[in-house]
């Protein structure tokens, strides 16, 4: 039995989601945070939902995903994408393109206001700009195949180029959802680890190729399952 115990605890934490800081290399060098109970989405997954969107790699390219625990798929619930366009000549007048770029999008002009917090400003198809983020967002209702989603479109200048929040949730999650996407927003350092503020955040992101699937999961458990009940008749 305590084998059994040890087992079910060590696939309890393997398949569970481990929260940390996401850091992108290369040209974008960037980190951001994200909360404990989510999880960067395996590649292969990934991959399987943009399959059924026909997208492929060339089409669509993304740094990372990250979705909000669940024993559904990821696309069910809250998730983000988050993109990245690194870019050496980025200057004051990107700002006024961005503005431009995002208000001609979706023919609305823009407001001032704060993407730090959630303060009921978000209004469907309302660009909301924040200058001292350098980040512009607008809250889109979309329809999908497993139903009304909300897509919460962020785009971000920093001094490395442009940072894209594309973040999806089901509409009835808009209220608890919307905050953890500006967290994680708020979160974003640019530079990576070297310029990590107080220097004291520790790198705990698990990657894809750590992290046991799901499906795998449930087929040991229920082996598990089997033999105990196995174990327990003979037993009596």
């Known amino acids: 039995m305590r084998i059994l115990i040890s087992l079910i605890?060590?696939?309890?934490?393997?398949?569970?989601?481990?929260?940390?800081?996401?850091?992108?290399?290369?040209?974008?060098?960037?980190?951001?945070?994200y909360p404990d109970d989510w999880y960067r989405v395996p590649h292969g997954e990934v991959r399987y939902f943009l399959d059924m969107q026909g997208l492929d790699d060339s089409s669509f390219s993304y740094d990372a995903v990250f979705a909000q625990?669940?024993?559904?798929?990821?696309?069910?619930?809250?998730?983000?994408?988050?993109?990245s366009s690194p870019d050496d000549s980025v200057d004051e007048s990107w700002t006024d393109t961005l503005l431009k770029v995002m208000t001609e999008e979706y023919g609305r002009d823009y407001i001032e206001g704060s993407l730090t917090e959630d303060t009921g400003q978000f209004i469907n198809d309302q660009p909301v700009y924040d200058k001292s983020l350098s980040a512009i967002a607008i809250l889109i209702p979309i329809e999908?195949?497993?139903?009304?989603?909300?897509?919460?479109?962020?785009?971000?200048?920093?001094?490395?180029?442009?940072?894209?929040?594309?973040?999806?949730?089901?509409?009835n999650m808009k209220d608890a959802t919307i905050p953890v996407f500006l967290d994680i927003l708020n979160s974003f350092v640019s530079g990576g680890t070297a310029d990590a503020a107080d220097g004291d955040i520790k790198i705990v992101d698990v990657s894809a190729k750590n992290r046991m699937p799901s499906w795998l999961i449930i087929v040991i458990i229920a082996v598990i399952i089997m033999i105990a009940a196995i174990f327990l008749r003979k037993k009596k």
């Not at 569970?16 to 945070?33: H, L, P």
């Not at 180029?161 to 949730?169: H, I, S």
Request: some cysteine.
């Open 9 to 33: 605890t060590i696939l309890t934490l393997a398949g569970g989601a481990f929260g940390g800081v996401y850091v992108a290399g290369g040209g974008a060098d960037y980190q951001v945070s």
């Open 69 to 83: 625990n669940s024993n559904k798929s990821f696309f069910e619930g809250p998730y983000l994408f988050l993109c």
């Open 144 to 171: 999908t195949a497993s139903g009304k989603k909300l897509l919460f479109d962020v785009r971000k200048i920093y001094d490395r180029g442009l940072a894209v929040f594309l973040c999806y949730m089901p509409d």
